[in-house]
Each structure stands twice: as structure tokens, then as C-alpha cells.
């Protein structure tokens, strides 16, 4: 291997992608890149890219094998992992990239095309109908029951597949623990250990067999309607299957969200 797992960081000061130490391009031949990120989790890496040359030192056939062993997106500190395409044949100074096809804007850097492996999902919460005149409606909690984690990915000439063999299923985890004032009007539930609001939780993609939703509520109804004491609180927990109709797993590179009516 010319790199072999290098750490490859963006300068903010040049707009310029670089490796610590520099690399730089050997003075005969091409060279194969495959890439994944992010970077921290090269301790579960192996890869390996087979190149076939002719005699003129042109590709003429590239192979590779990415696999990414015992990944866990966890719940908290999610890292989005991606891996790229195999890019093929680069040589030092040659336009390497043409971003529309017509060599308007190219360039000479190393064409890196990165495929999200995880999916995300999203939700959303809403009353069934505007009872703001007769009730009160607060999301209280979600829970997702039955999500699985820790998992194989194994990429095969830019195709990439999970490996289901190492699942364990997570303990149930919050997505939502607050209280979210509920109105006719759908609006998102922010994941709570989110590192940006409204980003969602990261999963593994799987078959949504045996993953639900606990969603509780409490509806309050006030005859009065001022706040009395005679306000009456009754506190709701449901079960949400996740498999159903056309949804049955989650896929990668997707995200997904989920509609709850209460």
C-alpha cells in the first residue's frame, strides 16, 4: 500500500484536503484510493484493493474489500459512518474530476464519492383533531423498544452490506423524555442526545421486526378552563409497531420519519 490508512483532515485556512504527514504522488504510475470516515474508528478497519495493470501501467481492472467490524452507533456520541467508492487510476497532475461532464469545473484532487451506510430516523408528533376548547395534550416520553446494534459492514467492490450475525438488541433507550405541548399541527420531536437539534437518531439499517415505539402522553381536561383544581390529568402509554405496511426495514443512506397522531 502507497497510504496506508492515513488520517486525511480539511484546512479552513486553503480549502485544501491533506494527510499528517504530507503524502505525495509517486513519480511513475497511478494510484487507487478507498476511503471511509470518520477517521476514529480505524481500530475496526481491514481493507484491502487489488489493481491489475497492463503495460502500460494503465488500470485495467481494481477490486477491493472494505469491512468495518463490531460497529456500534450507540445512542449517544453517534458517529455517521460512510465509506466511499473505489476511485480508480489518479495520476499527479491530471484533471482527475469533472464535476458536470462538460470540463467546466474540474480539477486535479482525487475524486472521493462517500455513501452514508447508516440511516436516521426522525419524528414527529401532532393531536388527531384541534382539541385546544375541551384539552390539553403533553408528550411526556418515547421510547424505542427493540432496536438492534453492533454489526458487520463489509463493502465489496462498491457494494455494501451489513452482516446481522453480531447484532445485540439495545436496552430500551429515550428518544424523547420532556413535555412537548401538543397541537393539531405536526411538529418535530427532537432526539435527545442529538448532537444537533432535529438531526435523529443514527441506526444500523435492520429489519424493523420486533421494534416499537412506548409513546406516553398525559391529556389534561379543565372544565373550567382556567387552571382549577378540578383539572383532570390521565396518563396515556401506547405501544407503536414499526413494521407496517410498506415499512418494513430500514435502509441505508435514508432517512425516515415517523408520523405519530395522538
Not at 198 to 215: C, D, Y
Not at 248 to 261: A, D, F, G, R, W
Request: proline share 3%; glycine share 6%.
Amino acid at each position: 500500500l502507497y497510504i496506508d490508512e492515513k488520517e486525511v483532515s480539511y484546512s479552513t485556512t486553503d480549502g485544501n484536503w491533506r494527510t499528517n504527514p504530507k503524502s505525495f504522488w509517486p513519480l511513475q504510475g497511478s494510484l487507487t484510493f478507498i476511503a471511509y470516515s470518520p477517521y476514529s474508528i480505524n481500530q475496526d478497519v481491514d481493507y484491502n484493493i487489488n489493481v491489475v495493470n497492463d503495460n502500460a501501467g494503465n488500470v485495467t481492472s481494481a477490486n477491493s474489500v472494505l469491512t468495518i467490524s463490531n460497529f456500534e452507533a450507540g445512542t449517544t456520541g453517534q458517529k455517521d459512518l460512510m465509506w466511499s467508492n473505489l476511485s480508480k487510476d489518479n495520476i499527479a497532475n491530471s484533471t482527475n474530476y469533472d464535476a458536470d461532464g462538460n470540463n467546466t469545473d474540474t480539477y486535479d484532487g482525487v475524486p472521493i464519492l462517500f455513501n452514508h451506510a447508516l440511516c436516521r430516523i426522525k419524528i414527529t408528533a401532532k393531536t388527531a383533531e384541534d382539541y385546544s376548547g375541551f384539552a390539553t395534550y403533553n408528550l411526556k416520553q418515547i421510547q424505542v423498544v427493540g432496536l438492534k446494534d453492533n454489526a458487520t459492514l463489509t463493502v465489496t467492490d462498491d457494494v455494501a452490506k451489513w452482516s446481522v450475525a453480531s447484532f445485540t438488541t439495545l436496552a430500551d433507550f429515550d428518544f424523547y423524555k420532556d413535555n412537548q405541548l401538543l397541537t393539531k399541527d405536526s411538529k418535530p420531536v427532537i432526539y435527545k442526545n442529538a448532537e444537533t437539534a432535529g438531526n435523529g437518531l443514527l441506526a444500523i439499517p435492520q429489519s424493523l421486526e420486533g421494534v416499537t415505539l412506548k409513546v406516553t402522553y398525559n391529556m389534561t381536561v379543565d372544565p373550567d378552563g382556567n387552571g382549577s383544581a378540578s383539572a383532570v390529568v390521565t396518563e396515556t402509554t401506547k405501544d407503536v409497531v414499526l413494521k407496517t405496511g410498506t415499512l418494513t426495514e430500514l435502509l441505508q443512506n435514508k432517512v425516515y420519519t415517523l408520523n405519530l397522531s395522538i
